[in-house]
């Protein structure tokens, strides 16, 4: 079956170091999205992708770069990892067209940046 | 004001009755809607879209969209335990290139 996966699913990360949290999709889904959640903010769009070589920024991409060098995989880069960066993070992808977008999400991952 | 809002809640039904869930939106231009639950620890997973005014039923669950008055709602007929739950709300904006904008969400809870 298709899916979404996202890996590590936990991470505890020290201020100023690099992390790297992976996305990989099976839907062969052109669109990819990444989000945080935090309480009280709902999901924020951090970057997106609608296909090969095309990345955007999203309302809260300060910080953060992604690449999108294949269908399947979006992963995304904190340069240097800040307190403020502790969250819950998301990865989701939809297909492209259509205007209706329903995403589909991974499982997340918790990251605690100390 | 925030483009998509939503009561944060929480909202408290006993087992049987209707839950009620609100959203409003301020880009005049949004054509697609949606509601994704979400358990706690867990994911969002879709459960409705709705794309023209009027409802749209989906077994327990309808959706409402008046967009002259850029309202969406979700009703929750003969709630469960099962059904509480974070219900965000999300609207396809077509304002700075087409992105999906989530409300921070309802929480529902359920009373057995």
């Known amino acids: 079956d298709a899916e979404i996966t996202q890996s590590p699913r936990h991470k505890i990360t020290e201020t100023g170091r690099q992390v790297t949290l992976a996305c990989h999709q099976t839907?062969?889904?052109?669109?990819m999205f990444w989000y945080r959640q935090d309480l009280g903010h709902g999901l924020r769009l951090i970057h997106y992708s609608y296909g090969v070589q095309d990345t955007n920024k999203g309302e809260v991409s300060d910080g953060y770069s992604v690449s999108r060098s294949n269908t399947e995989d979006l992963p995304l880069t904190l340069e240097s990892a800040a307190s403020s960066q502790t969250s819950v993070y998301f990865c989701?992808?939809?297909?492209?067209?259509?205007?209706?977008?329903?995403?589909?999400f991974g499982p997340g991952t918790r990251l605690t940046v100390l | 004001q925030k483009e998509v809002e939503q009561n944060s809640g929480p909202l408290s039904v006993p087992e049987g009755a209707i839950a009620s869930l609100n959203c409003t939106y301020s880009d005049r231009g949004s054509q697609s809607f949606f509601w994704y639950r979400q358990y706690s620890g867990k994911s969002p997973e879709l459960i409705m879209s709705?794309?023209?005014?009027g409802d749209k039923e989906d077994g327990r669950f309808t959706a409402q969209l008046n967009k002259a008055s850029q309202y969406v709602s979700l009703l929750i007929r003969d709630s469960q335990p099962s059904d509480s739950a974070t219900y965000l709300c999300?609207?396809?904006?077509?304002?700075?290139?087409?992105?999906?904008?989530f409300g921070a969400g309802t929480r529902l809870f359920v009373k057995a």
């Open positions: 839907w062969n889904h052109n669109n």
């Open positions: 709705i794309y023209s005014n």
């Open positions: 999300a609207v396809l904006s077509s304002t700075g290139g087409f992105k999906t904008i």
């Open positions: 989701a992808s939809s297909i492209s067209g259509g205007g209706t977008d329903t995403q589909y």
